[in-house]
């Protein structure tokens, strides 16, 4: 996400009430905001506005390991030399504004603390109390954006995975059949998908993994031309043949019937058009 903003006249006032440079030296007259999703994304987007802008990075305010400032990236930047200075003011080019980036739950608590904590009219003790509570937030938010940043390891740490007999129950074990660059990129939608299909037919998952496990299957689930669900939609009409359609019908189910599925397996066109 990108945000932005001009400082209003009256902030503009503040600053240099309290003994700022001139307003031709601040970096955030005009300031933006780049959210990305976790910590993991916040490199990447560095090295994309370090080769759009002439950049350097605003030390961290603090180094102690038992601050929690959780502080986002702030980078000042200029257009120097990166755009064509053609019809653009030489004081433009140099004119340095700030860019800060952000996690998704940075923003978050900066957009649901910032007017709290900066533009409240509430009396000292009351005060107190909401950078407080917003502090022990914050706390929680940088814990919680490393879990986010990288979740296989973090599940690396919860407790074992389900025995191997009980998660060939999962759809996702049977993707095991199949290379991993032939896989659905959504993996939890084939196994949603999938089971759905094995309810409606009021089937086992044992029985289409004994089905799959068959050699007679090996050829179908190499071939790229055929998906891992039309091979199970395979699987099911073998298990169920001309039964299949109506229990499908019956759960108003939607399947892909391709053209190159239908030449490998011809008594597919036996399903109704409107499944």
């Not at 991993?180 to 029985?207: E, N």
């Not at 050829?219 to 001309?242: A, K, M």
Request: proline share 7%; charged share 25%.
């Amino acid at each position: 996400m990108f945000d932005e903003r001009i400082k209003s006249l009256e902030s503009c006032l503040s600053k240099l009430e309290a003994g700022s440079p001139p307003l031709d030296s601040l970096h955030d007259l005009y300031a933006t905001t780049v959210v990305v999703p976790t910590q993991g994304e916040i490199d990447a987007a560095l090295v994309l506005l370090r080769e759009a802008f002439e950049t350097e990075t605003r030390p961290a305010r603090t180094t102690s390991a038992d601050s929690f400032l959780y502080d986002d990236v702030h980078l000042v930047a200029w257009l120097g030399d990166r755009v064509s200075p053609r019809g653009v003011h030489p004081s433009v080019l140099n004119m340095k504004f700030e860019i800060q980036v952000k996690t998704g739950l940075q923003f978050a608590w900066w957009r649901a603390t910032h007017d709290q904590i900066y533009k409240s009219p509430n009396s000292a003790s009351h005060q107190w109390a909401v950078q407080r509570a917003s502090g022990q937030a914050k706390a929680a938010l940088e814990l919680l954006d490393a879990v986010l940043s990288d979740l296989p390891r973090a599940g690396a740490l919860q407790r074992p995975a389900p025995f191997p007999d009980e998660y060939r129950n999962d759809p996702e074990y049977w993707l095991a059949l199949w290379r991993p660059a032939d896989r659905p990129i959504d993996v939890h939608r084939f196994c949603v998908t999938t089971m759905k299909w094995v309810d409606a037919c009021a089937l086992m998952p044992t029985d289409v993994l004994e089905e799959l496990e068959k050699d007679a299957y090996r050829e179908l689930i190499s071939d790229r031309s055929v998906t891992p669900s039309q091979v199970i939609l395979v699987c099911l009409h073998s298990l169920l043949g001309n039964a299949l359609a109506d229990r499908l019908q019956s759960a108003g189910i939607k399947v892909l019937v391709t053209p190159e599925l239908l030449r490998r397996f011809p008594d597919l066109e036996m399903l109704p058009r409107n499944l």
